[in-house]
């Protein structure tokens, strides 16, 4: 998984109408004269639910303001209040809202304190849901003290859980909620680090959801892969997932290995390893005197070479200047620059014993790779000052298929191409958003560049419909056999629903023999009275049906064959569709790179929308 699912958390403003604020005397503290105004104008009234003043931290005065949505936090410095931070801890419900309660030097209250939590001085609050139909109740708390020059998070409880944790000797210690029995620690370090941006509904409530984040920390990470080291780790989604990568040079020659951990899966999710590259003796004797992480980015979000002459040109023959660059699992993605200027994509992959380079047409002038967006079986190039963009993907039998382009200069366009045509509209589900057909730009190696399409009736101009077929059942409820051989009762290699792209290779006495994907696990043969051609496939509605993975199955590899024996290096997608089904209980499923594969029916619903 790429770049970009990172959840961003900071600060950002909220504008509403100034009016008066709401009557002051429900606060646990009113509102400073000289900080009046400038909580007016961000406030209506009755959108205050709380307030707080903490005097003379060691950086200030701070207020804090509870609202319906979020927590402000303003602090006196020199005398001026100023904004510092709006998050969101807890939300509001439909019967109560969260209120603060301040610290007093001394134990906490209640079992909390009890069972050790002291505070050492009352600056410190915390944020209380209260019982609606009790309103002493506490269902939901959060507790900050001032630690190490800022209000970090000392303890939660989720009273539903029957659990509580409080900060302890770098650990999170959970206790029962009724007894106070000490129950176990986890350690994660980054809920103490959040401080003030914690949100409620990320901590986890008990001990058992602890220690599967625990699974995922960066002091875990490092220990997944004995014999692999841990160059990258960035944790997002508040601790509950993580990227990492990792690298390995044996003999010469460098793999790096990126994984995706998840702590609702337990762990790892998804792992890749590049090819293996043959590193220059000077890279290799860097290494060794030098820290690696000036010399490699595992990442994966840029160039993983941080240095020139990385690679061995004796064994990779690419001698004009490497601009940028990205090992890939099926071979490493290079920029490069000749003595002219002129830039190429070069590609190179392992063959038998040595290695194979392939090199583009000459690229826009200025074409950068989009190392940032793009990940494994994937190039994104833009030029022109981001003016104008395309980008590829490595469909199921190794070409490099063009999947989207972009203009910027004021017509802008947008389309996409896949193997099996073009995507005409992307509001659409599955196959009914493909007009389907053969296209010019199906390899990345023949593409002039300056021929591009610049809109989507150009590109739907360019397709080829011959060769070319969907499924088409009278009845849409029925599917369509692909059998073994042209006959009705030879062996059916599974039934397909209408629309399933398939490519015509033959036609034989009322039998079409089709192929579906691009990977060779689905061919056969199709009846051509179930089949439309040419443009009458616009007119065959898909039947799929549209749904999506359950909650909490993570990503999953496709399986091979029927038999679930074998999984396939494919994960289930957005851009991957059910076009059919084999025996009782599973699905065939179909990418828009031409991978093919199976999961059984009861891993996917329809979805909470």
Request: aromatic share 10%; proline share 4%; with cysteine.
């Amino acid at each position: 998984m790429k770049k970009g699912l990172t959840l961003v958390l900071g600060l950002y403003l909220l504008l509403v109408t100034a009016c008066a604020l709401a009557d002051q005397n429900q606060f646990a503290d009113a509102i400073p004269q000289d900080l009046r105004s400038l909580v007016e104008q961000k406030y209506q009234d009755g959108d205050i639910t709380d307030c707080i003043l903490i005097s003379e931290t060691p950086r200030g005065d701070f207020f804090l303001v509870l609202s319906p949505w979020n927590m402000y936090g303003y602090r006196c410095e020199n005398g001026a209040w100023t904004l510092e931070a709006q998050v969101r801890p807890m939300e509001q419900t439909s019967h109560s809202h969260p209120v603060f309660r301040r610290h007093a030097a001394g134990a906490a209250p209640g079992l909390q304190g009890a069972c050790g939590l002291t505070y050492p001085d009352s600056l410190g609050f915390d944020i209380i849901q209260y019982d609606a139909g009790t309103q002493n109740t506490i269902v939901e708390l959060m507790q900050f003290h001032w630690m190490d020059g800022d209000f970090r998070l000392v303890g939660w409880q989720n009273a539903a859980s029957g659990q509580f944790a409080v900060w302890e000797d770098s650990l999170w210690a959970y206790f029962d909620g009724e007894t106070g029995e000490r129950l176990g620690s986890a350690r994660l370090d980054r809920i103490a680090e959040y401080g003030l941006l914690a949100n409620f509904e990320d901590l986890p409530s008990t001990l058992a959801d602890a220690r599967q984040m625990e699974k995922i920390t960066r002091v875990t990470a490092e220990t997944l892969f004995p014999g692999w080291t841990m160059g990258f780790y960035e944790e997002y989604n508040m601790g509950h997932a993580a990227s990492v990568g990792y690298y390995r040079v044996d003999d010469g020659m460098l793999t790096i290995r990126r994984a995706e951990l998840r702590s609702d899966a337990g762990g790892i999710t998804s792992q890749t390893d590049t090819m293996p590259i043959p590193l220059s003796g000077a890279l290799l004797l860097r290494l060794e005197t030098e820290g690696a992480e000036t010399l490699l980015d595992t990442s994966g979000y840029g160039n993983a070479f941080l240095t020139d002459a990385a690679f061995d040109t004796a064994k990779i023959p690419v001698t004009d200047a490497v601009l940028e660059n990205d090992p890939q699992s099926r071979g490493l993605l290079l920029l490069t620059e000749d003595a002219n200027g002129v830039r190429r994509i070069r590609w190179v992959e392992q063959d038998g014993g040595g290695y194979a380079v392939r090199a583009s047409n000459p690229l826009p002038p200025g074409a950068n790779l989009d190392l940032y967006h793009f990940g494994d079986g994937e190039i994104g190039l833009e030029w022109g000052g981001q003016g104008g963009s395309c980008s590829f993907s490595r469909a199921a039998d190794g070409s490099w298929i063009l999947s989207s382009a972009n203009n910027y200069d004021g017509s802008f366009t947008l389309y996409g191409t896949l193997y099996c045509g073009i995507l005409h509209d992307s509001l659409q589900h599955g196959t009914n958003s493909v007009l389907v057909g053969s296209h010019p730009w199906r390899d990345l190696f023949s593409i002039d560049f300056s021929t591009l399409p610049q809109s989507l009736e150009e590109a739907a101009a360019a397709l080829d419909r011959d060769g070319w077929a969907v499924v088409d059942n009278p009845d849409p409820a029925d599917r369509l056999h692909l059998r073994a051989a042209p006959d009705a009762a030879a062996q059916s290699l599974g039934k397909f629903y209408n629309r399933t792209p398939v490519q015509v290779l033959e036609m034989r006495n009322g039998w079409a023999r089709v192929r579906i994907g691009l990977d060779g696990r689905l061919e056969g043969w199709m009846m051509t009275k179930f089949l439309a051609f040419g443009s009458d496939m616009d007119a065959v509605a898909s039947a799929s049906p549209d749904l999506t993975l359950r909650e909490g199955r993570g990503s999953r590899q496709l399986y091979a064959a029927p038999d679930m024996r074998e999984t396939t290096d494919v994960l289930y997608g957005s851009a991957t569709w059910i076009v059919g089904v084999a025996g009782d209980d599973l699905y065939i499923l179909l990418d828009s790179d031409g991978n093919t594969g199976y999961l059984p029916q009861d891993l996917f619903f329809p979805g909470n929308g």
